[in-house]
C-alpha cells in the first residue's frame, strides 16, 4: 500500500509575506498552497490535489505557453 503524507505548517504572516514575495498591504489573505508537480510527457510539470469537498485541481506549469500583458495566451 501506498503510503501518503500531508503537512500543515503555519508561518506568521509577515514571515509568509517575505517569503512569497508579496507586499502585505492588508489585500492579501495570508494564505499560500504549495504543491510539488512532477514532469510530464509533454515537457512541463504537473500535480493535482483534491480539496475538501472533493474537487481535483491541476497544479500546472507548460513551457509551450506565453502569458501576454493583456492576459491572452499563446500555445507553442
Request: proline share 5%.
Given at each position: ?16 509575506a ?6 502585505d ?18 515537457g ?26 493583456d492576459?491572452?495566451v499563446?500555445?507553442?
Amino acid at each position: 500500500m501506498e503510503q501518503r503524507l500531508s503537512l500543515v505548517a503555519l508561518w506568521s504572516r509577515a514571515e509568509l509575506a517575505a517569503d512569497s514575495v508579496v507586499d502585505d498591504t492588508g489585500g492579501w489573505g495570508g494564505v499560500t498552497l504549495a504543491h510539488a508537480g512532477e514532469a510530464t510527457f509533454w515537457g512541463g510539470y504537473s500535480g493535482v490535489f483534491i480539496d475538501p469537498d472533493g474537487h481535483p485541481w491541476e497544479v500546472a506549469h507548460n513551457p509551450g505557453w506565453t502569458i501576454h500583458p493583456d492576459g491572452s495566451v499563446h500555445l507553442h
